[in-house]
């Protein structure tokens, strides 16, 4: 099994920046891809980032250009770099992680709000 913590979240004013972190624990040697996703309330949970195990990355394009995904295979963490933080970037961000079994396992979410 993997287990992921999830820390980083807060409350910022728009235009303020935030990172988020994951640490993976358990079965690390079986992680593939890594990611972040998001769910606002009422909306449908959005994918964010990915980063693959060698490093390359794909970001939706609400977050491009702002966001910045990035892991450290060493550590077991992936992390996620948001800048010019704007009041709709507020939900739950979840961290996931692929393993090469092809399982997926969730953290727990941590909230990123976003005040105007």
């Known amino acids: 099994q993997v287990q992921l913590v999830e820390s980083g979240g807060g409350l910022v004013q728009t235009g303020g920046s935030l990172r988020l972190s994951c640490a993976a624990s358990?079965?690390?040697?079986?992680?593939?891809?890594m990611g972040w996703s998001r769910q606002a309330p009422g909306n449908e949970r959005e994918l964010v980032a990915t980063?693959?195990?060698?490093?390359?990355?794909n970001y939706a394009d609400s977050v491009k250009g702002r966001f910045t995904i990035s892991r450290d295979n060493a550590k077991n963490t992936v992390y996620l770099q948001m800048n010019s933080l704007k009041p709709g970037d507020t939900a739950v961000y979840y961290c996931?992680?692929?393993?090469?079994?092809?399982?997926?396992?969730w953290g727990q979410g941590t909230q990123v709000t976003v005040s105007s």
């Open positions: 980063v693959s195990r060698s490093g390359s990355t």
């Open positions: 996931n992680a692929n393993t090469i079994f092809s399982h997926v396992y």
């Open positions: 358990g079965s690390t040697f079986t992680l593939n891809a």
